[in-house]
């Protein structure tokens, strides 16, 4: 869907409620009263500073506040905005970030008034700041300057490929809109459903409330889009999975099986490199899911082409051996004879946080202590805590 349409489709919901209320973490609306005061604002140079480190959005430019409306007239938000080149406009932002940033700019007629909308991908390769060096993240509705620890973390995760990292089911910057007509028709079918928009398909099947935001926002989609429900607090999707290059696992509505969050996750995650780390994985997962490790083991079960496997760096999710001709692996992932010890010994310490050599050795099926020992020295994800008798081994996080 071409920019102009995604911000029509935001502003013919203006006058239906609060300006507020249809701001989301990808949609942020601006009132300048002219190009020279949106110039000087340096809160725009923030906003796309924010939405560049998150999933990237859009700013419209000429929607008043709804908290300055009186009496409901929610119309009057539409304000619209001076015409003006958009090649200069689009310069001079670029100028104001650091690194700089493609943004789109394109006016937007709508209801005989002009608006500005402005473009801001997701960067994925850096951090994006200010001029000034501020580094901002969208949080919610608002922006806010990163933290020196937040800004720390994403410059460590952006040192793996995670195609998880963006995934998003966002109704107006992510979804491939083709697909999403092909899904809202097929629901209007089976639902014998009136004619409806794309936002409120998305609000009548659960994915959106109120047009604020995902219940989840960690998926996104193939072309072939497909039916999916809500369960509780995830969305899960009902589909076969066909694999294809690059990227994200292509999906059809055929029934076959239902893939959860984690499954999605861990799929996308090992297909580019054939493998992904476990704490890496527990670190994604986290963000979606209060009990990470146990939702790795269930989906790796659950799932034909991965299996979890060990080294002395660690626990890997790889791609199972005969699966990668058809995911195009290019590079397969080696393990030794002793990987189901690595990985029975990361649960045991995982499960009970700490244990002694002798709990270890028993656990393991090791026939002498010694042999215990120097497998664990060799381990590089485990710690000795204490000496002699008393000395305990625990994960190293």
Same mark, same amino acid.
């Given at each position: 869907?071409?920019?102009?349409?995604?911000?029509?489709?935001?502003?013919?919901?203006?006058?239906?409620?609060?300006?507020?209320?249809?701001?989301?973490?990808?949609?942020?609306?601006?009132?300048?009263?002219?190009?020279?005061?949106?110039?000087?604002?340096?809160?725009?140079?923030?906003?796309?500073?924010?939405?560049?480190?998150?999933?990237?959005?859009?700013?419209?430019?000429?929607?008043?506040?709804?908290?300055?409306?009186?009496?409901?007239?929610?119309?009057?938000?539409?304000?619209?905005?001076?015409?003006?080149?958009?090649?200069?406009?689009?310069?001079?932002?670029?100028?104001?970030?650091?690194?700089?940033?493609?943004?789109?700019?394109?006016?937007?007629?709508?209801?005989?008034?002009?608006?500005?909308?402005?473009?801001?991908?997701?960067?994925?390769?850096?951090?994006?700041?200010?001029?000034?060096?501020?580094?901002?993240?969208?949080?919610?509705?608002?922006?806010?300057?990163?933290?020196?620890?937040?800004?720390?973390?994403?410059?460590?995760?952006?040192?793996?490929?995670?195609?998880?990292?963006?995934?998003?089911?966002?109704?107006?910057?992510?979804?491939?809109?083709?697909?999403?007509?092909?899904?809202?028709?097929?629901?209007?079918?089976?639902?014998?459903?009136?004619?409806?928009?794309?936002?409120?398909?998305?609000?009548?099947?659960?994915?959106?409330?109120?047009?604020?935001?995902?219940?989840?926002?960690?998926?996104?989609?193939?072309?072939?889009?497909?039916?999916?429900?809500?369960?509780?607090?995830?969305?899960?999707?009902?589909?076969?999975?066909?694999?294809?290059?690059?990227?994200?696992?292509?999906?059809? =509505? %055929?029934?076959?099986?239902?893939?959860? !969050? *984690?499954?999605?996750?861990? +799929?996308?995650? #090992?297909?580019?490199? /054939?493998?992904?780390?476990?704490?890496?994985?527990?670190?994604?997962?986290?963000?979606? =899911? %209060?009990?990470?490790?146990?939702?790795? !083991? *269930?989906?790796?079960?659950? +799932?034909?082409? #991965?299996?979890?496997? /060990?080294?002395?760096?660690?626990?890997?999710?790889?791609?199972?051996?005969?699966?990668?001709?058809?995911?195009?692996?290019?590079?397969?992932?080696?393990?030794?004879?002793?990987?189901?010890?690595?990985?029975?010994?990361?649960?045991?310490?995982?499960?009970?946080?700490?244990?002694?050599?002798?709990?270890?050795?028993?656990?393991?099926?090791?026939?002498?202590?010694?042999?215990?020992?120097?497998?664990?020295?060799?381990?590089?994800?485990?710690?000795?805590?204490?000496?002699?008798?008393?000395?305990?081994?625990?994960?190293?996080?």
């Amino acid at each position: 869907m071409r920019l102009e349409e995604v911000v029509i489709e935001v502003l013919n919901r203006v006058p239906l409620r609060p300006s507020d209320d249809l701001e989301s973490d990808t949609i942020e609306f601006k009132e300048y009263g002219s190009e020279a005061a949106l110039h000087n604002a340096k809160d725009l140079a923030e906003e796309l500073s924010a939405l560049s480190n998150w999933r990237g959005g859009i700013v419209i430019v000429g929607v008043r506040d709804g908290s300055n409306v009186r009496n409901a007239d929610w119309g009057s938000q539409l304000l619209g905005f001076d015409h003006v080149d958009v090649h200069t406009i689009r310069e001079r932002l670029k100028g104001k970030l650091k690194p700089s940033v493609d943004l789109v700019v394109e006016e937007v007629a709508y209801q005989s008034r002009n608006f500005l909308a402005i473009q801001a991908p997701h960067s994925r390769s850096s951090l994006v700041a200010t001029a000034s060096g501020k580094v901002c993240i969208r949080d919610g509705k608002s922006s806010r300057p990163m933290s020196p620890e937040e800004i720390e973390q994403a410059k460590n995760l952006q040192d793996y490929d995670w195609s998880a990292e963006t995934l998003a089911l966002n109704p107006l910057a992510s979804l491939d809109w083709e697909a999403l007509t092909e899904a809202q028709e097929d629901f209007a079918i089976r639902r014998k459903s009136a004619e409806m928009s794309p936002m409120d398909f998305l609000e009548a099947i659960g994915a959106t409330h109120n047009g604020e935001r995902m219940s989840v926002n960690s998926l996104r989609y193939g072309r072939d889009f497909p039916t999916f429900a809500q369960r509780g607090d995830s969305i899960e999707v009902t589909m076969e999975a066909r694999y294809t290059r690059p990227g994200v696992f292509v999906i059809a =509505n %055929d029934g076959k099986k239902t893939y959860g !969050i *984690t499954d999605l996750l861990i +799929l996308n995650s #090992v297909f580019e490199k /054939g493998y992904v780390g476990v704490p890496a994985l527990r670190k994604l997962l986290s963000k979606v =899911n %209060d009990n990470p490790w146990d939702s790795i !083991i *269930t989906s790796v079960e659950s +799932l034909d082409c #991965v299996e979890l496997c /060990g080294t002395k760096d660690g626990l890997y999710v790889r791609v199972v051996p005969a699966w990668n001709t058809v995911l195009d692996v290019q590079k397969s992932f080696r393990i030794t004879a002793v990987s189901k010890k690595h990985v029975e010994l990361y649960q045991f310490l995982f499960r009970h946080g700490k244990a002694s050599n002798a709990d270890i050795k028993s656990h393991l099926g090791h026939k002498h202590t010694s042999q215990t020992s120097v497998f664990l020295r060799t381990a590089a994800y485990t710690k000795r805590s204490g000496r002699g008798p008393s000395a305990v081994w625990s994960l190293v996080e």
